[in-house]
């Protein structure tokens, strides 16, 4: 499974961005899809998760301004990020959960909300 995340930028507190995890290769094996970040001098953490199912959950800190999506016509994952605030500047990366062993990343994508 190879991810290519895209959407990241500079956006003001307040604003919105979509970042995108385009999957491809062995991608009817995938049970998951995740998105994580990790800011400047902080461990990665999990932001949200969308299974094959359809069914989310997110981060205490991200909810209700936050909505991850999926478009399996274009193997697509989405993540709408709305209310920005400036703790949410950090690298977001995608990720692809198979099994315990089979566990894939994207390359991740820069998010800074900064006025």
């Known amino acids: 499974v190879q991810l290519q995340a895209s959407g990241g930028g500079l956006v003001q507190p307040g604003g919105s961005l979509r970042l995108s995890c385009a999957a491809s290769?062995?991608?009817?094996?995938?049970?998951?899809m995740r998105w994580y970040r990790q800011a400047p001098g902080k461990q990665r953490e999990l932001v949200a998760t969308?299974?094959?199912?359809?069914?989310?959950n997110y981060a205490d800190s991200v909810k209700g301004r936050f909505t991850i999506s999926g478009d399996n016509a274009r193997s697509t994952m989405y993540l709408q990020m709305n209310s920005l605030k400036p703790e949410d500047t950090a690298v977001y990366y995608c990720?692809?959960?198979?099994?315990?062993?089979?566990?894939?990343w994207g390359q991740g994508t820069l998010v800074t909300v900064s006025s």
């Open positions: 969308i299974s094959s199912g359809g069914s989310t």
């Open positions: 290769g062995s991608i009817d094996s995938i049970n998951a």
């Open positions: 990720n692809a959960f198979i099994s315990t062993t089979r566990i894939y």
